[in-house]
């Protein structure tokens, strides 16, 4: 709920996966259900960059 930890994680979040071998996202976000979760945070958020992070994690391929 708190939009500092939710930008913070997503920052994580996405530093991980953008150096994660490809063929291992997928599994990852598979694995751990996160296409729900960054659904909510994107659709919930009321803070720009929170918003963004998750925008750009929704994008990925493993997202889809």
Do not use: S, W, Y
């Not at 709920?1 to 953008?18: D, F, R, S, V, W």
């Not at 598979?30 to 720009?48: D, M, N, S, Y």
């Amino acid at each position: 709920k708190n939009p500092h930890a939710q930008c913070t994680l997503l920052k994580i979040l996405l530093g991980l996966l953008e150096a994660t071998p490809k063929d291992a996202v997928d599994e990852i976000v598979h694995q751990h259900q996160l296409v729900p979760v960054i659904r909510q945070i994107h659709a919930t958020t009321t803070k720009l960059l929170v918003k963004n992070i998750a925008q750009r994690l929704l994008a990925m391929k493993a997202f889809q």
